[in-house]
């Protein structure tokens, strides 16, 4: 078996490709931040080449202290008809200051003649111009090898030759890819072990996408194959139909191959990354999906349900808190417990396992998930909610009522969004401010700041970095609800908070007020 396997993060890039998800730039930096928290060894920045929103990512990455990830900048080889040190793609990547750059490059025939449009031994000069010149610059290479399992079979002695070209110019690693994802385990399997026994000197790499619904098989099979490098994103999140997903390839490389990839611990984070993630790309997680859904250790009341509470080794194929999860029993009061208090001490609020207030806490996060709130994106909404309970909590004011207007005249180019809020202070003191805004929740935010920043100066060093909405179904309620997430910063931190309302203005005045309490909690104290 590999003595190591390395993790290569492709959410921001590919993941970040799949229908319906979009990335801000702050969602960026949390998902680099918790990448690095979970023992990724690379994560993929993007191609700094393709837009300035990728090129502005680098700069602010290079700020952050990352534990052990290293930032990877993509690109391609250099563009056929230009010179090497004038293709904006090979600069780009230079600029982008990274220790590691990693390139594709055509291995198949069909390829290199049909899209690429050059001759099959001009691509071998322009994989080798590429690679050994990021090498003269520092760089260390890997190179993706696109298409390779489809230019395998189509010829298999031409695509051997082309990461032979690039291995000897320097690559460190070379990524075998199903660009398509139409392989099976098998031939994946094989054509590695065909790489591996050409090239027994160089890191070999899979990348796989998902259209026959092997990318997590194809990707373990290329590891029992002697690759050593896993590239996938979070939850599996890509065009198409996806990604080889890391959330269940990175607990089958520990938990079922022994290979150890991460630190228990940091295994243990693994549901959670994936909710987060999820809640980030604006899409429900998924509870069906192995080791991280929610569902993945539910059993149904009854006997079998029975059985598990005796000798969970009977229904279970891994203990679920290796993987950060829990059983769940259904139409029972314990689901959730352990991950509460997990929640509990990461957040610092002191909450004993077995007493009437955390039973309490529980019962009321249980309600409120009913009604459709999530909290696995917002911290500070959940902390606020414990703190709330166990009577750690004071009012800082109070709301007497909202009133929003939006209006749109024909002939303006757009609406005019006025809010007018009326509050008391503790001391007595009523305001009544009235703030326009970029929109109603923008109207709405000003004029609750307004109110505020008097009596709270440190507030204006809040700012609002993020602002999600979901229609939801609750389960309990028949009309659906909307859920806002909305994120906050000061100077020092960032915090997520959550209001779900079957209005959204209300739901988002909600998630305001849980942002603004949660400030003032962290500097006044409780
Ligand atoms: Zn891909």
């Known amino acids: 078996m590999s003595p190591r396997v390395d993790i290569y993060d492709?959410?921001?890039?590919?993941?970040?490709?799949?229908?319906?998800?979009?990335?801000?730039?702050?969602?960026?930096?949390?998902?680099?931040?918790?990448?690095?928290?979970?023992g990724v060894h690379y994560i993929e920045g993007g191609q700094p080449g393709s837009n300035p929103k990728a090129a502005d990512l680098f700069s602010r990455i290079r700020d952050l202290r990352l534990q052990q990830a290293?930032?990877?900048?993509?690109?391609?080889?250099?563009?056929?008809?230009?010179?090497?040190?004038?293709?904006?793609?090979?600069?780009?990547?230079?600029?982008?200051?990274?220790?590691?750059?990693?390139?594709f490059a055509k291995t198949s025939p069909r390829h290199v003649t049909g899209v690429l449009r050059t001759s099959l031994d001009h691509n071998l000069q322009i994989i080798d111009e590429s690679v050994a010149y990021l090498r003269?610059?520092?760089?260390?290479?890997?190179?993706?090898?696109?298409?390779?399992?489809?230019?395998?079979?189509?010829?298999?002695?031409?695509?051997?030759?082309?990461?032979?070209?690039?291995?000897?110019?320097g690559a460190e690693v070379l990524i075998l890819c199903d660009t398509n994802g139409g392989r099976l385990p098998h031939e994946i399997e094989a054509a590695t072990r065909a790489v591996r026994a050409r090239l027994p000197e160089v890191d070999i790499g899979i990348h796989a996408h998902n259209d026959s619904g092997c990318a997590v098989a194809n990707t373990l099979a290329a590891v029992s194959a002697g690759a050593v490098q896993v590239q996938g994103t979070i939850n599996?999140?890509?065009?198409?139909?996806?990604?080889?997903?890391?959330?269940?390839i990175v607990p089958n490389l520990q938990l079922k191959m022994g290979i150890p990839v991460v630190s228990p611990e940091q295994l243990a984070r693994v549901t959670h990354l994936s909710h987060l993630v999820a809640e980030l790309a604006n899409m429900a997680p998924r509870d069906s999906d192995p080791y991280v859904g929610r569902d993945s250790f539910t059993h149904k009341a009854g006997m079998h349900a029975d059985a598990v509470r005796k000798s969970k080794v009977t229904y279970e194929h891994i203990d679920p808190t290796l993987v950060g999860n829990w059983t769940?029993?259904?139409?029972?009061?314990?689901?959730?417990?352990?991950?509460?208090?997990?929640?509990?001490?990461?957040?610092?609020v002191e909450l004993d396992g077995d007493n009437a207030e955390t039973r309490r806490i529980l019962a009321h996060v249980k309600e409120l998930e009913n009604q459709g709130y999530e909290f696995e994106g917002a911290d500070a909404s959940l902390?606020?909610?414990?703190?709330?309970?166990?009577?750690?909590?004071?009012?800082?004011?109070?709301?007497d009522g909202f009133h929003?207007?939006?209006?749109?005249?024909?002939?303006?180019?757009?609406?005019?969004?006025?809010?007018?809020?009326?509050?008391?202070?503790?001391?007595?003191?009523?305001?009544?401010?009235?703030?326009?805004?970029?929109?109603?929740?923008?109207?709405?935010?000003?004029?609750?700041?307004?109110?505020?920043?008097?009596?709270?100066?440190?507030?204006?060093?809040?700012?609002?970095?993020?602002?999600?909405v979901r229609i939801i179904d609750a389960k309990s309620a028949t009309r659906a609800k909307t859920r806002v997430l909305l994120g906050s910063s000061?100077?020092?931190?960032?915090?997520?908070?959550?209001?779900?309302?079957?209005?959204?203005?209300?739901?988002?005045?909600?998630?305001?007020?849980?942002?603004?309490?949660?400030?003032?909690?962290?500097?006044?104290?409780?």
């Open 10 to 38: 492709v959410t921001l890039r590919d993941g970040a490709q799949g229908p319906g998800i979009k990335f801000s730039a702050e969602d960026q930096i949390r998902i680099v931040r918790k990448l690095d928290a979970f």
């Open 70 to 103: 290293k930032i990877t900048a993509f690109g391609s080889t250099r563009h056929p008809k230009s010179a090497i040190e004038d293709d904006p793609n090979i600069k780009a990547l230079i600029e982008a200051g990274t220790e590691v750059v990693t390139i």
């Open 136 to 169: 003269s610059q520092g760089r260390r290479v890997f190179v993706d090898a696109e298409h390779f399992f489809d230019g395998y079979a189509e010829d298999s002695s031409y695509a051997l030759s082309a990461l032979e070209c690039a291995a000897t110019a």
């Open 236 to 248: 599996g999140y890509g065009e198409r139909t996806g990604n080889a997903n890391l959330s269940t």
């Open 328 to 348: 769940r029993i259904t139409v029972s009061e314990m689901s959730g417990r352990a991950s509460l208090l997990h929640k509990a001490s990461e957040l610092g």
């Open 383 to 399: 902390e606020l909610l414990m703190r709330r309970v166990k009577g750690e909590h004071r009012s800082f004011f109070k709301l």
């Open 404 to 468: 929003v207007t939006v209006i749109q005249q024909p002939s303006a180019p757009s609406a005019v969004s006025v809010a007018t809020i009326l509050l008391t202070l503790p001391d007595g003191t009523t305001k009544h401010t009235v703030a326009e805004g970029n929109g109603p929740v923008d109207a709405l935010n000003s004029a609750l700041r307004k109110a505020l920043e008097h009596t709270y100066p440190e507030l204006r060093d809040v700012h609002l970095e993020d602002y999600k």
């Open 490 to 526: 000061d100077l020092e931190n960032s915090w997520s908070t959550v209001g779900v309302s079957e209005n959204i203005l209300s739901a988002s005045y909600e998630a305001l007020v849980d942002s603004i309490e949660f400030k003032l909690l962290r500097t006044r104290g409780h």
